[in-house]
């Protein structure tokens, strides 16, 4: 099979990477976007995206979209990643406003699609508690209702930007007697509505990008009820495979190879450069043959959303075999850094910048979030194979 891009795609991938090398700065590596530090620039940077109509070119054009393809759609979050740029709000874009689509009423979409598409608000995803993490249905966070209202208490965790979100999409419990896996809902909430308290969570990278959301009798108006009562997980299942899904993975940490290949170029241990140690020369060359698995796996995703079709045990791969990937560069550049690897960024001997030093600390956590590699196969085994559950 010969695979290509059109002349169109390929024009628009050179648009967009025009368009970067002009608004990143020179000495751009990639900052972490959560970070109040970044935070300006990244909004900066995502109204100067919305206004080109990038953030949401496969939406509908009467939410906000331009009704292009999903393969426009890839090309550009494979050059945001690759670029290491910030403006994407991808809870937004990538998570909520395709499960609306297909979940939500006529009302909610016109109310929360197009404030996304304009780049005007940021969201963060009410999953995760400190007693449900890869068991996301024995959530415990209650929403009852009153009047016209769902009263929401509980606690979510690991709420990545939720410091600087302005509505978050939430699972709570709303029928306490039913089987854990009926009797959630998933429900729209305000960050700024009283009851919400956000207390940071700081990673052992030194950043601010998880939080710990507490809602004490917070009121949430039933028309924010997206799908139907008590039936969420299924709606809360449907984001996770768009969350799941992408060509972020592969894009990432190709750049991240790009930079690990010139090093052993440019570096001599022994007499010799570190591209020419036959060990190192096959991690390398396996890592290449990983991203591009990896990235042809987004493709396939990408192909199926076209069709209309939700991912499902493609999303786990993808997912599975993403993380598991930028856990392998972090490994390997570890290895090949030695202990010039484990000087972080701003030091004056770091090599890269840091990077690896980050890198290798941020991804211990990726073959987690999002539901462990373990729930991953679980998925691709009874969805995918057919198997039996054990």
Not at 229 to 241: C, E, I, K, P, S
Not at 352 to 362: A, K
Request: glycine share 8%; proline share 4%.
């Amino acid at each position: 099979m010969e695979f290509g891009y059109t002349e169109a795609e390929e024009a628009f991938r050179k648009e967009v990477r025009s368009f970067l090398t002009r608004e990143l700065p020179d000495d751009w590596s990639g900052g972490a976007e959560e970070e109040d530090e970044d935070w300006e620039f990244t909004l900066q940077m995502r109204k100067k995206l919305a206004d080109k109509g990038w953030l949401t070119m496969a939406w509908p054009e009467e939410y906000g979209g331009q009704g292009a393809s999903h393969m426009m759609q890839l090309i550009f979050s494979e050059e945001m990643a690759y670029h290491r740029a910030p403006g994407r709000d991808q809870f937004g874009t990538k998570m909520l406003a395709p499960t609306l689509m297909i979940h939500g009423t006529e009302e909610q979409k016109l109310e929360y699609l197009p404030p996304i598409a304009r780049g005007e608000v940021q969201w963060c995803q009410g999953y995760s508690e400190p007693e449900s993490g890869s068991d996301l249905a024995s959530l415990q966070t209650r929403a009852v209702e009153d009047g016209d209202d769902f009263v929401i208490n509980g606690t979510k965790i690991w709420t990545s930007n939720a410091h600087h979100a302005d509505h978050v999409m939430v699972l709570t419990r709303t029928d306490p007697d039913a089987p854990k896996h009926r009797g959630i809902s998933f429900l729209l909430a305000d960050m700024k509505d009283p009851g919400v308290e956000v207390r940071p969570i700081i990673n052992m990278a030194g950043q601010h990008s998880f939080n710990m959301v507490v809602f004490d009798d917070v009121r949430v108006p039933k028309k924010n009820l997206v799908g139907e009562l008590n039936r969420g997980w299924y709606v809360g299942a449907t984001l996770l495979d768009f969350e799941r899904s992408g060509v972020e993975y592969s894009a990432s940490t190709k750049k991240t190879l790009e930079e690990l290949v010139q090093f052993c170029k440019e570096t001599e241990r022994k007499g010799r450069k570190l591209i020419d140690d036959p060990l190192v020369s096959r991690k390398l060359a396996d890592l290449s043959v990983k991203i591009e698995i990896s990235r042809l796996i987004s493709y396939n995703v990408a192909w199926m959303q076209s069709e209309g079709v939700v991912p499902n045990k493609e999303a786990s791969m993808g997912k599975s075999f993403g993380t598991e990937l930028q856990q392998d560069v972090a490994r390997v550049g570890m290895q090949i850094l030695g202990l010039y690897g484990q000087l972080e960024p701003g030091s004056k001997y770091a090599a890269l910048q840091g990077r690896i030093e980050r890198s290798y600390m941020i991804s211990v956590s990726a073959t987690i979030a999002a539901g462990t590699s373990e729930i991953q196969r679980n998925i691709i085994a009874t969805r995918g194979l057919g198997l039996p559950r054990g």
